[in-house]
């Protein structure tokens, strides 16, 4: 993408950040995800990785790069976790090109679009892992599809904020 | 070829990228022989390298969130919270106080309780070394409950030390890294802690469920489980020292898979979600004092004098038994006794009487009446009709002038001693013959 032209970018709507925030965002999202949890005690219901992964993918419009940063992302998660180190990758991998794919057909400034895409990736995102870590890896695992729903909630109502906030930061042409 | 790549290549890198992914996994899940898959509980070089790269990058900004965070909280309670520090300290003294004395009594109770433990061999209940930890960081997902603390192999911990905290116990030491160590907390689903109820003595495995609250699986249905009832580590899982606080029993449901089963969810001691300060067990090895050790020595020595003492009594109680025959039950059953020799049975009579008859079986021994009347046991002056002449025996006659308790006892023949052949004092039985 670094040899786009920016009339390019500017046609096909593609944003641009400066590389600090393409490194230190999905970082400080990792680093929240493992921190704050300890502080909200039983009501982290929110995927910061997720959300982040999400929006990059949409706002860039690049399957491939959706891709890749969701398989970091989940990796990462996964390597915090006593989990085997794959389930989280293959979730959010599958997610980040769907967001990718879908930023290409779809208006990625339209608010409302952004966050119903947030939540519905959300609960993918969930069907995914419960997927691969009780159908394909035979493990055993209760599962609560309430806690998901309001995992999917809370992403959402993050995603209101943090896409706010993430939007101010492109580099405007 | 190429403009099959180029045209397809966000799916070649999907497929590639997932592909990858999906390989790693089977090669961290196995097989067990009950059927199960489980993940390697000790992960593999690769996965190890990739989990310590994730706490290298996350740890430090966690480290120094959680610094700030103590650094806040120390700014309020060293210097905003201190109102009326004063008359709370007036208070406080007083507390101690009071306090002092019932440490002065519960030190002595603590003492003894202590003796008596180290006696009965519940020595693994004691924790002698521990290391004390700061939690500072989790997975960051409800599907695991680990977090992490800052001490590390740096501190030599290990994995599978027990962590607790004042209130009762934590989780285990899943994974040691430099500088800091993953904990599996006892509300995650693939932990596991033996631990018994303190009432009714049921043992059980708990575990996590879905909802973070640990749960005591696989138990058979119990009446007598009720809410309220504390829980205690069983000390069988070779992690956790028996005796120690889990939790208080929540209530008690089916277990959907097996219908004579129940799950009693647990309501946790340790606060599980808000851990900030840890103790790690280190060391378990009873490690007794100087003044501990001769305490032990002593209670040894006492306890096999006791024992020694306790079999003498026992020793001298038989001996008293078969020297005191009117103690023993008349009614009792005989015990196949082997026949006396005749020098016990009275071979060796006095002179002027007969000698005894050899096979005359223990009998009762009255006391004295010290009164005697008609009807005192051989002061009759009437004698019965088919009686001869009676003797009185007074008071250390034996009961066997009574017929009851007198069994029928062939003559004998006379022995060949030597002394003058007397009649027999003993009154004649109603089968008896003259």
Do not use: C
Not at chain 1, 19 to 29: G, K, N
Request: proline share 8%; charged share 20%; aromatic share 6%.
């Amino acid at each position: 993408m670094a040899i786009l032209g920016a009339d390019y970018r500017r046609d096909l709507g593609i944003r641009s950040y400066p590389m600090l925030v393409y490194i230190l965002t999905p970082l400080v999202a990792v680093m929240l995800q493992a921190w704050l949890p300890r502080l909200l005690a039983g009501y982290a219901w929110f995927d910061l990785p997720l959300v982040v992964t999400v929006y990059f993918a949409l706002v860039r419009r690049d399957p491939i790069q959706g891709t890749l940063m969701g398989a970091g992302l989940g990796l990462f998660e996964d390597a915090l976790t006593n989990h085997a180190i794959g389930i989280n990758g293959v979730a959010k991998t599958v997610v980040g090109f769907l967001a990718g794919s879908v930023g290409v057909r779809i208006d990625v400034e339209n608010r409302t679009i952004r966050l119903l895409l947030t939540f519905v990736l959300s609960l993918l995102a969930s069907a995914i892992y419960l997927f691969i870590h009780h159908f394909l890896l035979g493990l055993d695992l209760e599962w609560s599809w309430l806690a998901e729903l309001m995992k999917a909630v809370g992403n959402t109502v993050i995603a209101l904020v943090l896409f706010h906030l993430l939007d101010r930061l492109q580099i405007r042409d | 070829m190429e403009s099959f790549f180029v045209r397809y290549r966000n799916l070649v890198v999907l497929l590639v990228v997932l592909l990858a992914q999906i390989i790693g996994l089977a090669m961290q899940v196995r097989h067990t022989d009950s059927g199960r898959n489980l993940v390697d509980a000790k992960d593999g070089t690769g996965v190890r390298l990739i989990r310590l790269w994730a706490d290298w990058l996350v740890t430090p900004p966690e480290k120094v969130l959680h610094g700030s965070k103590l650094g806040a909280l120390n700014l309020w309670d060293n210097y905003i919270a201190l109102r009326h520090t004063r008359e709370q300290n007036q208070d406080l003294q007083k507390t101690i106080d009071r306090l002092r004395l019932e440490q002065a009594a519960l030190l002595e109770d603590a003492r003894q309780g202590q003796r008596l433990q180290a006696l009965v061999d519940f020595q693994q209940k004691y924790i002698y070394k521990t290391l004390a930890a700061q939690a500072i960081g989790s997975s960051g997902t409800d599907q695991s409950r680990v977090f992490y603390i800052d001490k590390g192999s740096d501190y030599k911990l290990e994995r599978d030390m027990a962590v607790i905290t004042a209130d009762g116990i934590v989780g285990k030491v899943r994974e040691v890294f430099p500088h800091t160590a993953q904990v599996l907390a006892i509300n995650d689903q693939s932990s596991g802690a033996g631990v018994i109820l303190e009432t009714t003595r049921i043992r059980g495995i708990l575990r996590g469920n879905s909802a973070g609250r640990p749960q005591i699986v696989g138990v058979l249905a119990d009446q007598r489980i009720q809410p309220g009832e504390k829980v205690l580590t069983a000390g069988g899982d070779q992690i956790f020292p028996r005796g120690l606080p889990v939790g208080v029993v929540d209530r008690v449901v089916r277990d959907p898979e097996r219908d004579a089963f129940i799950d009693v969810i647990v309501k946790p001691a340790a606060h599980l979600d808000r851990l900030d300060e840890v103790l790690v067990i280190t060391s378990t090895q009873p490690r007794f004092g100087s003044d501990q050790q001769q305490d032990m020595a002593t209670s040894e020595s006492l306890k096999g004098a006791e024992a020694a003492a306790i079999k003498e009594q026992k020793k001298a109680s038989e001996i008293m038994a078969e020297r005191l025959p009117g103690l023993t039950d008349p009614n009792a059953p005989k015990p196949a006794a082997t026949p006396a020799p005749a020098s016990a049975t009275g071979a060796t009579a006095a002179p002027g009487q007969t000698p005894a008859a050899p096979v005359t079986p223990p009998a009762p021994k009255l006391l004295p009446a010290r009164h005697p009347d008609h009807f005192s046991p051989g002061a009759a002056s009437t004698p019965l009709p088919d009686q001869g002449t009676s003797t009185p025996t007074g008071p250390e006659s034996k009961p066997a002038a009574t017929p009851q308790s007198k069994p029928p006892v062939k003559p004998q023949p006379k022995p060949a001693s030597k002394t003058p052949q007397t009649a027999n004092p003993v009154p004649p039985s109603p089968g008896r013959i003259q």
